[in-house]
């Protein structure tokens, strides 16, 4: 038995003061008033957080941990000169084996030399297939010999790209990381990493949105016991059909990594000006773009009959209208989700909260782009201000939960996104938001009796504030203790 110490503890939507938790292997024995300790002080081993708070660990609803680890691992963001990144790159070919070299987060805006890199610039670096990612994910540069590999892939899209100097746009950059997956070697370097940041921040279960390939890497990752963290994954653009043949369902798995459901686009991205909205916009002055296959609704409906969770990324308020549409043609609203909803139409936010549907919210993109001469405004002009309506999504009853979509993958960012909405009146009070990071995220997988609360029989899952709850001390994730700070 341990027993847990803490100046106070986050239980049934409040801090309480003088108890203590007890747990026991990786389970919640009880919650206990301290005068009630007794014997147990002297055959238990206690953990003395002191000042700090303990809440329910972490649940992010909605992120790309490998996506993240990937985009770390050979990231180029902080180099403030050319001539750094090009040190950098060679000495990450000699170290490092790699069919392609591929680096991202590059932010030419920030070095001396403001330009692109061409395709000439780094055939002087190696003759090695390089390709660099700008921080936009949206354009990328490659060198002579990654251009030749490119060509044997059939993927080159003369549209979108200038051979010359070795600039592809959208459709390349945007996909690198399939089109040459990375070594078991680096996704295994960047899984770490990434991990590792993630508990760091509090984070103590994950709804992974990603590729049958790295659904099969975690499994890969558990079998050798390096799964520290918990997983319920999300197949991108995942077929029923294959679940129906073997009869999986949602939620098959054991308690650190389990099978979740699928993954769909409806729309883009603001930013990318690909959102779907009712009225032209952005710098193209166009609509945006519907993303769902043609028989989308054949496919939710057969996820329905297969008990097959669904989630669908909708952001502009047409897309939000259409998928709410679908998912009421399907008579089964319990087993969608929809991801982000940040523009929904006030008949939408009514319909959702009739229907039930889950709703996974980024409150940080409220504080990333959602504030005033921010890039909402800049694309959308005065309808801005109807993003991300955190108050009036829950006083309408809405079922959401948040997520960080891993920009950053920091609770306690989104946390402070939520309370300080740039648009006061839909901020959230503290608990409120703490609840929306933790209790409501168990119930998007059917987990509330398993995750997201401190009471008896509940998995040892912690988040430990520092004083002033701004900083994480540590995270504890089914009673294993790993501490910061
Ligand atoms: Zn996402």
Redesign the pocket.
């Known amino acids: 038995m341990k027993i847990l110490k803490a100046s106070k503890i986050f239980q049934h939507g409040k801090f309480i003061e003088n108890h203590v938790i007890l747990i026991y292997r990786d389970v919640i024995e009880d919650v206990i008033p301290c005068s009630e300790l007794g014997y147990l002080t002297q055959i238990s081993e206690v953990v003395d957080f002191g000042e700090c708070s303990i809440i329910p660990g972490f649940i992010d609803t ?3 941990m490998i996506g993240y680890g990937l985009d770390q691992h050979m990231n180029l963001s902080n180099f403030e000169s050319f001539e750094e990144v090009k040190e950098y790159i060679s000495e990450t070919i000699k170290k490092h084996k790699a069919e392609v070299y591929i680096f991202t987060n590059f932010d030419e805006s920030k070095w001396k030399r403001k330009t692109i890199p061409s395709k000439d610039d780094l055939d002087k670096i190696s003759k090695k297939p390089i390709f660099l990612r700008r921080i936009c994910g949206h354009i990328g540069v490659g060198n002579s010999s990654f251009i030749d590999l490119l060509g044997k892939t059939n993927q080159i899209n003369p549209g979108k790209c200038d051979l010359m100097n070795g600039i592809f746009w959208e459709d390349i950059p945007l996909n690198i990381h399939s089109l040459f997956p990375p070594s078991r070697e680096v996704l295994e370097d960047a899984f770490l990493e990434a991990q590792d940041t993630f508990i760091k921040n509090g984070i103590t279960t994950i709804h992974e ?1 990603g590729s049958t390939n790295n659904f099969r890497f975690f499994q890969h990752m558990m079998r050798h016991k390096k799964l520290k963290i918990r997983v319920r994954y999300y197949i991108s653009n995942g077929v029923p059909e294959y679940f129906d043949k073997i009869g999986l369902e949602s939620g098959f798995g054991n308690s650190f990594l389990k099978l979740q459901g699928l993954k769909f686009f409806a729309d883009g991205s603001v930013g990318g000006e690909s959102a779907l909205f009712s009225f032209p916009y952005g710098i193209k002055k166009g609509q945006g773009l519907w993303l769902l296959p043609e028989n989308a609704l054949t496919i939710y409906k057969r996820a329905s009959e297969t008990n097959l969770q669904v989630a669908t ?1 909708s952001i502009g308020n047409l897309a939000i209208k259409r998928v709410l549409d679908i998912i009421e043609s399907t008579k089964d609203y319990d087993l969608f989700r929809i ?1 982000h909803f940040e523009f929904p139409d006030a008949e939408d936010v009514e319909r959702a909260s009739k229907m039930e549907v889950k709703i996974s919210i980024q409150p940080n993109f409220a504080l990333n782009w959602g504030t005033k001469g921010g890039m909402y405004q800049s694309k959308l002009g005065d309808f801005y201000i109807n993003n991300n309506p955190l108050r009036i999504l829950k006083d309408k009853g809405i079922k959401f939960a948040f997520g960080s ?1 891993a920009m950053p993958p920091s609770p306690l960012y989104g946390i402070q996104a939520a309370t300080e909405h740039p648009i006061p009146e839909y901020s959230l009070d503290l608990s409120e938001a703490i609840v929306r990071y933790t209790e409501w995220g168990s119930a998007f997988t059917n987990e509330c009796n398993f995750l997201g609360k401190i009471e008896p029989g509940l998995a040892a899952d912690f988040t430990v504030l520092e004083p002033g709850l701004k900083s994480v001390k540590a995270t504890i994730i089914g009673g294993e203790i790993f501490e910061y700070g």
Request: without cysteine; aromatic residues 0%; negative net charge.
């Open positions: 909605h992120t790309h949105i990324h991801e979509d």
